[in-house]
């Protein structure tokens, strides 16, 4: 099966990528390939680029993620909201999540 350069999780056919804005608005750091149109944010500080879908890749980032200790993992949940924060600020339009927060509350 050839490989699709947008895929934007590691597993083939699947495009839930507002799952990562939503990630890094909870300071939830982010694990992606290099293929995702979300590399700069991850590189930023948003969480952690894979270099390529091969499974050896990612059971080396994940190896790596998982013998983080506590301040560690306090730091990149940190870093993660700050690179959400500034991605926000500069993206060209509101997202359905800022807008479904900015309406009115049914009564």
């Known amino acids: 099966m050839p490989q699709a350069r947008h895929w934007p999780l590691p597993t083939a056919h699947e495009n ?3 799952v990562v804005p939503e ?3 909870r300071a939830c750091p982010v694990l992606l390939p290099d293929t995702t ?8 500080g948003g969480g952690w680029v894979v270099p390529s879908r091969e499974p050896g890749d990612w059971a ?8 983080a ?6 730091r990149a949940r940190r ?11 500069v993206r060209p339009t509101a997202s359905v999540f800022d807008l479904l927060e900015e309406a ?4």
């Open 23 to 25: 990630a890094l608005a």
């Open 16 to 18: 839930f990528g507002h």
């Open 69 to 74: 200790d506590g301040s560690q993992r306090l």
């Open 37 to 44: 149109p979300w590399t700069p944010v991850l590189a930023d």
């Open 79 to 89: 870093r993660a909201a700050q690179a959400y924060d500034r991605w926000a600020a």
């Open 104 to 107: 009115p509350t049914p009564r």
């Open 60 to 67: 080396t980032a994940i190896s790596e993620i998982a013998r």
